[in-house]
C-alpha cells in the first residue's frame, strides 16, 4: 500500500464580507506550500515542526478534513478527490491530538469504538458486534467492561487508548496520528507509544505521525520529514536524519532538544522566531535565522532536491557548506 | 435489589438532586410546580364540579361568593361565576389548557429552533446567514405582536365555523413560532463550538453523514441550555396564551383557559363580584412563579460555573 | 547549608467538595537556598501547581491551606493578611506564569505594566521607574527598548511576551521568582531561548527559582535540586544529578526511563503501568504501590516519609534501615 501524495493547501483567510466592501483586499494564508512525500506499507513516516507550520494540516487534508486546494492525494493507487474512491476512507483513520475532546461526552465507550463499524456496516449482527468491541478493548489494554463507562470515568491515558481502540474498528492499514502523546504525561506517553508500535507490528499498520517532539519522533519513526512554515525542508530516514541532519533547521531543532544526560549544559539558542505566515520572507523561509544564509537564500526559493535514495533537502548551502559541517560538527 | 438501591443512591447524590436537596426556593418550587401541574392533569378526577357539564349547572347558583364569606356556600369553595359554574373547578380544568397550549407551544419553538440551529451552526454559510437574518427580523417585534399575526392571518383563511374547534391549535403555532429564535440562536451558538471540537471530526474522518453527525453527536451536546431555556419558556407561553385569550383572540369561552376566565370575571370585577376574576388570576400568578423558579434553579444547578 | 530562603513545612492544601475533601498536596516539606534553583516535577494532578500557589497565597476558593507553615526570610507567610500578603507578591516574590498571554493586561502598555509594578515596589517615582524598565527590557534581551515599551502586549510574540513577563517579575527585585511552566507554551527553539535567559537573570541577580514543571529536560538545565511530586506528595528530593542519573524512588527511576531520548536503541520504552490515582482515590500506605514494582507489604499498609538515602530524600520503605 502506498500513499504517494503532491499534496498543496491554500487556505484563505479573509475578514468579514462587511469589512470586504470596506475596501479590505482578500488576504489568503498559504499554511501548506507544494509539499510531496510518500508512505511506504507498513512504515511510520513523522512530521515535525514547531507550531503554524502546517503539520496538523496535511494531516487533515490527508484524512479529508480539508480539501487541498491545489495538488492531489493518492492512497493505493487512487486519487481521494475523486468522489469513486470515498470507500478507501474506511481504511484510513485518524487519533487526535486531545483526549478530552476527541470522545463525545454523552456517548457511552461501546458505542465511540463501535462507531466505524456502523458507519460502515461491517457488522451488523448486535452479538458479534459487542464481541469484536471487546476484543477491540482488549487489543488496547482496556476491560470489556469498561465499554459501559463514560469517557470521563477514565484517564487521559485511558481515553487515547479508547481512541486508538476506535481508530482500529474498522479494520484501517493506514493511521494518521496528530500529536497523540503530547497532551499525555510522560509515564503515559510511554505506554501510548509502546502500544502503537505494539499494534504497528501485529496488525502491520502504516502511519503518519505528526508531533513536535523530536525525541518521540526518534522513538517511533522510520522515517522523518521536518517542516518549516508551510514547506517541507528536509525529508530522510529517522537513522539518518538525526545522526547527520543536513538541513539548518533540522539541525536547530535536535540542538534545542534538551539532553538529561548533559545535566546543567545549556542548549545553544537560536536566534529569532518563527516569521508571520502572512507576510513569510523571501527566498528561503527561513534564512533570517539560519546562519549560512546569504544572498541566494534571500532571493531564491530552494527545491526540494533528492541526494540519496530515500532523502531529500531543500537548501542551497547545502553544497558548499558541506566541508565547513564537519569541521563545525 | 442492591442494583436498584445503588442507582437510587448514585440519583440521590447527582448533582441536580444534591442541589436540589441544598436550596429552599427550589424545594418550594417543585413542591408548587407539582400541586400546579398535578391539580391541572388530573382535573377531571379531583375537581369537585364538572363546570362544562350544562346538565349539573344551575343559574340560580351564580354569583356565589367564596365559602368563607357570609352569604358563601361550602358546595362552592371558591365561589361561583354568572352561570354558576364552580371557580375552583373551571380554575383547575383552565389550567389545563393553559398548561396544555403552553407546553405544545414550547415543543413547536424548541423542534423549530433547535432544528435551524443545528442546521445554520453546523452547514454555515448562506443558509445560516439566511436564516440568522430571518431571526433577527423577527426580533425586531415583539413575540405577542407575532402571535397576534399568526392567530389574524388564520382566523382569515380558515372557514369561520372551524374556528373555535381549531382555535386552540392556532394559538398553539402562534406562540410556537413566536418563540423559536430563542432555541436557534441558542443552538447555533453551541453548534459553532461544538462543530470545531475533535470528537465531531472524528465523525467525519469515519465516515459518518453530516445528518447523524448533528443528530446524534452534536445535538446531544447542545440540549443542556436548551432544556432550560425550555423550562423557563414555558412560563412565558403561558404568558402569552393568557395575554391572547385576555384579548380575545384565544381560545373560546366554552373551553376557557386561565387567561379567558379572567377576562370574563373582568367584567363583574367593578359590581362586587371580585373572585370571578381574582381567583383565576392568583393561580396563573403562582403557577408562572413556582416555573420560573424552577427553571432559574435549573440553569443554575447546570451551570458548571456556578457549582 | 545557610539559613533557608523559603521554607515551606509540613504543607497541606484541601479542597472541601461535597463528596468529601480532596487532599492535593499532603504533607510536603522543602527550603530553598538564597540564589538556588529548585525544580519541582511531576505529572498533571500531582499538586506542583497548587503548592506554587499556596506560597504566593493565591489558591482559588474553595482551596486553602490547612496545615503547615511556609517561611520567607525567616518571617512566616501562609498566615498574613491579604494586604500584607499582597505587598510580598511582586516585591519579594516574582512570579512567572505558563500563558504570557493572559498574565499581561491587553489593554495596557508594555511600559505602563512595568512602571506601575516598578514604581508601586520601590517607590522609585515615576521617571527612575521608566529608565529601570527600559533597562530591564535591555536586559531581558528586547530590542530597541525604548520603542517596545509604548506597544501593546499584541505586538509581541509568546516568546518576546514571556521575556517581558520574566522582566515583570524582576521588577520589584525580588529575592525568590517562582515559575510555573514558564516554557510550556512556547515552541522548541523558543524554549531553549527563555530557558538560558532565565538561569542568566536568576545567576546574575542572585534569585531563587522555584521552578515547576513537568518537563524534565527544563529541570535538568536549570535546577540545582529537584524535588519530584506524586499524588500531592514528595516522593523524592536531592541534587539534580543524583535524582536524574542515580534515583532512589522507584517512581522517580520509572519517571526518568520512560522519557524517550534521542541516540537511544530502537526497542520499546520503559513504562509505568497504570495511571497516577485520582485525589478522591489516593490507595492507603504509599500512594505509588500499585503500580510499583518493588512493592513490600508494608508499602500497602503504612505511608513512608521521606527518608535519607545518600544525599537524597526517597519517601519509600525500600530505604528504611
Request: proline share 6%.
Amino acid at each position: 500500500m502506498r500513499v504517494e501524495k503532491i499534496g498543496r493547501d491554500f487556505d484563505v483567510s479573509r475578514p468579514w464580507l462587511n469589512r470586504v466592501l470596506e475596501r479590505e483586499p482578500r488576504r489568503s494564508l498559504c499554511a501548506v506550500n507544494e509539499v510531496s512525500f510518500s508512505i511506504r506499507k507498513g512504515e511510520t513516516l513523522a512530521l515535525v515542526g514547531e507550531s503554524g507550520c502546517g503539520k496538523s494540516t496535511v494531516a487533515r487534508m490527508i484524512v479529508g478534513l480539508h480539501t487541498p486546494s491545489r495538488g492531489r492525494i493518492v492512497f493505493d493507487g487512487a486519487d481521494l478527490a475523486d468522489p469513486q474512491s470515498a470507500p478507501l476512507r474506511r481504511r484510513m483513520q485518524m487519533i487526535f491530538q486531545d483526549p478530552y475532546a476527541s470522545l463525545n461526552p454523552r456517548w457511552r465507550v461501546r458505542a465511540i469504538v463501535a462507531e466505524p463499524i456502523v458507519a460502515h456496516g461491517l457488522v451488523r449482527d448486535q452479538a458479534r458486534l459487542a464481541a469484536r468491541v471487546s476484543e477491540l478493548l482488549a487489543q488496547v489494554g482496556l476491560v470489556a467492561e469498561d465499554g459501559d463507562k463514560f469517557p470521563h470515568e477514565f484517564s487521559g491515558g485511558q481515553r487515547q487508548r479508547i481512541s486508538i481502540a476506535r481508530a482500529l474498528s474498522a479494520n484501517p492499514e493506514f493511521l494518521v496520528c496528530d500529536e497523540p502523546t503530547s497532551a499525555l504525561d510522560v509515564s503515559v506517553q510511554a505506554q501510548i507509544l509502546n502500544l502503537m508500535k505494539d499494534l504497528q507490528t501485529r496488525l502491520g499498520l502504516t502511519y503518519l505521525f505528526i508531533s513536535h517532539n523530536l525525541a518521540v519522533v526518534a522513538h517511533i519513526a522510520t522515517r522523518v520529514g521536518v517542516m518549516y512554515l508551510g514547506s517541507l525542508v528536509e525529508i530522510a530516514d529517522a537513522k539518518q536524519l538525526f545522526e547527520r541532519p543536513r538541513h539548518p533547521y533540522t539541525r536547530m531543532l535536535i540542538d534545542a532538544i534538551p539532553d538529561l544526560q548533559m545535566t546543567g549544559k545549556a542548549r545553544t539558542p537560536v536566534a529569532g522566531e518563527v516569521p508571520n505566515p502572512l507576510a513569510p520572507p523571501s527566498g528561503c523561509a527561513f534564512h533570517p535565522r539560519c546562519p549560512h544564509a546569504d544572498g541566494r537564500c534571500r532571493s531564491e526559493r530552494p527545491e526540494l532536491i533528492t541526494q540519496e535514495p530515500g532523502s531529500a533537502v531543500a537548501c542551497q548551502a547545502i553544497g558548499r557548506r558541506v566541508g565547513l559541517d564537519h569541521s563545525s560538527l | 435489589m442492591s442494583q436498584v438501591e445503588s442507582w437510587l443512591r448514585q440519583s440521590w447524590n447527582h448533582d441536580v438532586v444534591w442541589s436540589l436537596r441544598h436550596s429552599p426556593t427550589a424545594i418550594i418550587a417543585v413542591f408548587s410546580t407539582l400541586i400546579c401541574v398535578g391539580g391541572a392533569l388530573f382535573a377531571p378526577w379531583i375537581a369537585p364540579h364538572n363546570p362544562f357539564d350544562s346538565a349539573s349547572l344551575s343559574l340560580s347558583d351564580g354569583f356565589t361568593p367564596p365559602s368563607w364569606t357570609q352569604a358563601g356556600n361550602t358546595t362552592y369553595l371558591l365561589g361561583t361565576d354568572d352561570q354558576g359554574r364552580d371557580i375552583l373547578s373551571t380554575i383547575m380544568y383552565g389550567a389545563r389548557i393553559s398548561l396544555a397550549v403552553g407546553v405544545a407551544a414550547v415543543l413547536f419553538s424548541l423542534v423549530l429552533g433547535v432544528g435551524l440551529g443545528l442546521v445554520a451552526g453546523y452547514v454555515g454559510g448562506r443558509l445560516d446567514a439566511f436564516i440568522m437574518r430571518v431571526a433577527d427580523i423577527q426580533l425586531s417585534f415583539p413575540a405577542i405582536l407575532i402571535a397576534l399575526l399568526i392567530d389574524g392571518v388564520a382566523r382569515v383563511v380558515l372557514p369561520r365555523e372551524a374556528h373555535d374547534d381549531i382555535a386552540i391549535y392556532v394559538l398553539t403555532v402562534a406562540i410556537g413560532v413566536s418563540g423559536w429564535v430563542q432555541y436557534a440562536r441558542t443552538v447555533r451558538g453551541a453548534t459553532l463550538v461544538e462543530r470545531h471540537k475533535e470528537y465531531v471530526q472524528a465523525a467525519r474522518v469515519i465516515g459518518r453523514s453530516s445528518a447523524a453527525i448533528m443528530l446524534r453527536h452534536v445535538l446531544p451536546n447542545v440540549m443542556g441550555p436548551v432544556l432550560v431555556l425550555a423550562t423557563i419558556h414555558i412560563a412565558t407561553a403561558i404568558i402569552a396564551e393568557a395575554t391572547l385569550s385576555y384579548l380575545g383572540v384565544g381560545v373560546p369561552p366554552t373551553r376557557p383557559s386561565l387567561g379567558t376566565l379572567i377576562r370574563v370575571g373582568n367584567d363583574f370585577l367593578l359590581s362586587g363580584e371580585w373572585w370571578i376574576a381574582v381567583f383565576p388570576g392568583i393561580a396563573l400568578v403562582v403557577l408562572i412563579l413556582s416555573v420560573n423558579l424552577l427553571g432559574d434553579w435549573l440553569r443554575d444547578a447546570l451551570n458548571p460555573k456556578l457549582r | 547549608m545557610g539559613k533557608p530562603l523559603l521554607e515551606v513545612r509540613n504543607l497541606r492544601v484541601e479542597f472541601p467538595t461535597r463528596h468529601g475533601t480532596l487532599c492535593a498536596v499532603d504533607d510536603l516539606s522543602f527550603h530553598i537556598a538564597p540564589g538556588e534553583t529548585l525544580g519541582v516535577v511531576g505529572e498533571s494532578g500531582a499538586g506542583k501547581s497548587l503548592t506554587g500557589m499556596a506560597i504566593i497565597g493565591l489558591l482559588d476558593p474553595p482551596g486553602r491551606v490547612a496545615a503547615g507553615e511556609i517561611w520567607l526570610e525567616g518571617e512566616r507567610i501562609d498566615n498574613l493578611p491579604r494586604e500584607a500578603m499582597r505587598r510580598i507578591r511582586g516585591k519579594r516574590i516574582g512570579t512567572i506564569f505558563q500563558d504570557p498571554l493572559t498574565s499581561l493586561n491587553p489593554l495596557f502598555t508594555i511600559g505602563e505594566q512595568l512602571i506601575e509594578t516598578i514604581d508601586t515596589h520601590l517607590q522609585s517615582g515615576r521617571r527612575t521607574a521608566r529608565q529601570l524598565a527600559i533597562e530591564l527590557l535591555a536586559e531581558v534581551g528586547i530590542p530597541a527598548p525604548e520603542l517596545r515599551l509604548d506597544q501593546y502586549p499584541h505586538h509581541f510574540s509568546g516568546g518576546m511576551r514571556q521575556r517581558v513577563v520574566i522582566a515583570l517579575a524582576l521588577a520589584g527585585k525580588p529575592r525568590l521568582i517562582i515559575a510555573d511552566e514558564p516554557t510550556t507554551a512556547l515552541d522548541v527553539s523558543i524554549q531553549a531561548q527563555i530557558i538560558t535567559l532565565l538561569k542568566k537573570l536568576a545567576a546574575e541577580h542572585g534569585v531563587a527559582v522555584l521552578l515547576i514543571t513537568h518537563d524534565m529536560g527544563v529541570i535538568a538545565e536549570t535546577a540545582d535540586r529537584v524535588a519530584v511530586m506524586y499524588a500531592g506528595r514528595l516522593a523524592e528530593i536531592g541534587p539534580l544529578r543524583e535524582v536524574i542519573h542515580t534515583a532512589h524512588h522507584p517512581y522517580t527511576r520509572g519517571l526518568m526511563s520512560s522519557i524517550p531520548k534521542l541516540g537511544e536503541g530502537r526497542d520499546k520504552l520503559a513504562q509505568i503501568d497504570g495511571a497516577m490515582p485520582r485525589l478522591n482515590a489516593i490507595p492507603p500506605g504509599c500512594a505509588f504501590n500499585p503500580r510499583c514494582p518493588e512493592r513490600l507489604e508494608r508499602c500497602t499498609r503504612e505511608r513512608p516519609a521521606p527518608l535519607p538515602v545518600r544525599s537524597n530524600f526517597a519517601a519509600c520503605w525500600l530505604y528504611d534501615r
